[in-house]
């Protein structure tokens, strides 16, 4: 395993569903990240956890809620999402310091119906 | 809020032309990076570029960060199919060193 990998890649969920998606780094990184993905727009910041602590929550909606047990996995966990929650959402991680390089995984593309 | 515009947002060319995509803002960035991201994969790291004025080659790719530390552009020679892309640039701010993305630039190289 290398890198950063994300499951499930493709997710189709009900309106009433819950579900969750699941990030893991396998880079010795300090901090883990949530991008949202969204057709014509700029990646969208999520959530940020530094050392385990969540240290950013963009404005996100409570139906999107994250979970970092450890360093190396992060969650975010799904419920009662709306169709315009459909897009690509993106993990990343990084080792805080001067240059901030951020490592991402490939996504899980989702559609809400 | 720090914001980034990049320029062009589309640009299609031939095979074998040159092309500049610019990375414009009003903030000083710690540092800038570069990605590229295919359709349904995640961006995929190019390049860092840390110090003002500083140049640095990828093969075909030169990447260059302004004196001031506030714009950047990624200029490629003699480009090529497999340069198909979304290229995105990404500054880092502020002591826990987050990344604003830019909106893009969507290229296609024609063979």
């Known amino acids: 395993e290398t890198g950063v990998t994300q499951t499930p890649r493709h997710l189709v969920m009900g309106m009433t569903n819950k579900k969750s998606l699941k990030c893991e780094q396998h880079?010795?990184?300090?901090?883990m990240y949530w991008y949202k993905q969204s057709a014509k727009k700029p990646l969208e910041l999520m959530f940020v956890?530094?050392?385990?602590?969540?240290?950013e929550n963009n404005s996100v909606p409570s139906r999107f809620s994250p979970e970092c047990p450890n360093s190396s996995h992060l969650f975010l966990h799904l419920h009662t999402l709306q169709p315009e929650d459909s897009a690509l959402y993106l993990c990343?991680?990084?080792?805080?310091?001067?240059?901030?390089?951020?490592?991402f995984g490939p996504g899980t593309r989702l559609l809400v119906l | 809020t720090q914001l980034l515009e990049q320029s062009p947002q589309f640009l299609s060319i031939q095979e074998g032309e040159n092309l500049t995509v610019y990375c414009n803002s009003s903030?000083?960035?710690?540092?800038l990076q570069w990605y590229r991201q295919e359709p349904g994969e995640g961006p995929v790291l190019l390049v860092t570029?840390?110090?003002?004025?500083e140049v640095k080659k990828l093969k075909r790719l030169t990447f260059q960060f302004g004196d001031a530390r506030k714009d950047s552009s990624l200029h490629i020679t003699a480009a090529q199919p497999g340069d198909t892309g979304l290229y995105l640039c990404?500054?880092?701010?502020?002591?826990?060193?987050?990344?604003?993305f830019g909106s893009g630039t969507q290229l296609t190289v024609l063979p």
């Open positions: 990404a500054g880092a701010y502020g002591s826990a060193r987050q990344l604003t």
């Open positions: 990343a991680s990084s080792q805080v310091g001067r240059e901030a390089t951020q490592y």
């Open positions: 956890y530094n050392f385990k602590e969540q240290t």
């Open positions: 903030s000083v960035f710690s540092s």
């Open positions: 570029v840390v110090t003002g004025g």
């Open positions: 880079l010795g990184h300090n901090a």
